[in-house]
């Protein structure tokens, strides 16, 4: 039950984010975590999710050791992040690698996503966690100074922050900045998790995560944990066009794996035998957002994390580690204005503070990287129009060793950043204070 006598922080959305935030906070004394999640039960949906070594050490800071076993978490035995191949031939033609010196329980890794959030969740008090609770409108009461947040079900909560990590549609980022709906890429993910036995009769089947590309699609194979394996097909449509194929699908409908496999018909024996072993698959339209003005909400009073600030729909296999990120980041600018041995609660002005601080640490990067990714689906959807030309098998070698270096995300230090940040808002508290005294 919510403690109104402490610092109340409201997390709406249990996933990765959420769920990230509510374990950074959880040890202070003085604040009371709770968090609402739209729905029935507390289950994963999606497949596989990719964590770059900035995300697993942020796992590690946050004390979730158990999602960095070798049991849950896959790793590329060659220590290379990705491997890409050829469609036809099946041949190495590029591989990423770390641009530092990387752990290994640090390396890149799979993950079944059900795995992932059974991990976190292992760290947050089930009582904090309360299901059904669908966000529909947040409000100011003027007497008690705390927030109020109305769920669809008529049911309330008060808080003294709000923090909304609930996806990629956001209703909290919605009711707040109206304009800030996403839209479909026209780009269309068919992914499949499965045990490995399925695969484990075809011949130089690869162990360890594979991209392979071709002229009009890529193709995603890997092991995941507990003997689970993962396949991932794409489809890019016109989302302009009225007739365009799942332009309203639902977020992982059920999909059909012949489909799948008509895509993938003229692909190497290798790749299909792989497509032929799918026993299932579900269909996911990717969604972007444009980039918000400002993660500063509500007064001062609201904030968001993962999907939910940065609606770019899965690039780079980033969006986990992102989402970590945001969730450490925010605990780490609450916990800079309102310290486990604060003898008060923070005033309006420190929250505002903090939020400042987040934004400052988080935003400047999940710009960049929303940049990047709304220019990738142009160049995209162009690539793939039927008034462009066929690709050549010459530009296609050329187009995956020149794709973009992915190393500046996955690698990314959220500590260094959030010094910065602390850094800057201080020297501008300085400045501030000292133009006002003149």
């Known amino acids: 039950m919510a403690d109104s006598s402490k610092f109340q922080i409201a997390i709406v959305g249990a996933g990765i984010a959420g769920l990230g935030a509510a374990i950074a906070l959880k040890n202070h004394p003085a604040i009371d975590v709770q968090v609402y999640e739209k729905a029935l039960e507390l289950r994963e949906i999606g497949a596989s999710i990719a964590l770059g070594p900035n995300g697993m050490r942020t796992l590690e800071r946050l004390g979730v050791n158990n999602a960095l076993e070798d049991e849950v978490a896959f790793r590329n035995k060659s220590r290379h992040p990705m491997i890409y191949r050829h469609w036809q031939t099946n041949e190495i033609v590029s591989t990423d690698s770390h641009a530092g010196e990387v752990e290994y329980r640090h390396l890149t890794s799979r993950f079944y996503r059900a795995h992932l959030q059974e991990a976190l969740a292992k760290h947050v008090d089930p009582s904090r966690i309360h299901l059904s609770k669908a966000f529909q409108s947040v409000t100011s009461d003027a007497t008690t100074g705390k927030l109020l947040i109305t769920f669809t079900d008529g049911t309330t ?51 360890e995560a594979n991209h392979f590309w071709g002229p009009d699609r890529t193709l995603f194979v890997s092991k995941l944990g507990r003997d689970l394996f993962t396949v991932v097909g794409s489809y890019q449509a016109d989302p302009g066009a009225p007739d365009a194929p799942w332009k309203d699908s639902a977020w992982d409908s059920k999909g059909d794996v012949n489909v799948l496999r008509g895509f993938y018909k003229d692909w190497s024996p290798l790749t299909r035998q792989i497509i032929d072993a799918v026993p299932h698959t579900n269909v996911y339209p990717n969604s972007a957002a444009r980039v918000l003005d400002t993660w500063v909400l509500g007064g001062g009073r609201v904030t968001l994390a993962g999907d939910a600030a940065h609606a770019h729909g899965g690039a780079f296999a980033a969006g986990g580690s992102l989402a970590l990120d945001d969730a450490w980041a925010f605990a780490a600018s609450i916990l800079h204005v309102f310290p486990e041995n604060a003898t008060r609660k923070p005033t309006d002005t420190e929250i505002l503070t903090a939020l400042r601080i987040y934004e400052k640490t988080r935003k400047p990067h999940t710009d960049r990287v929303m940049s990047v990714v709304h220019e990738n689906n142009k160049k995209k959807l162009a690539r793939y129009s039927q008034d462009s030309p066929p690709e050549s098998d010459e530009q296609l070698r050329a187009r995956i060793k020149n794709r973009d270096d992915p190393s500046w995300i996955h690698e990314h ?9 602390v850094a800057e808002e201080t020297a501008g508290q300085v400045g501030a204070g000292g133009q006002a005294r003149l």
């Open 413 to 421: 230090d959220v500590q260094a950043a959030f010094a910065r940040a």
């Open 157 to 207: 909560a008060t808080a003294d922050i709000i923090l909304g990590s609930d996806g990629i549609h956001s209703p909290v980022r919605t009711f707040f900045v109206p304009t800030s709906g996403t839209a479909w890429t026209g780009w269309v993910a068919f992914r499949s998790v499965f045990p490995y036995s399925h695969v484990a009769h075809i011949k130089d089947v690869p162990d």
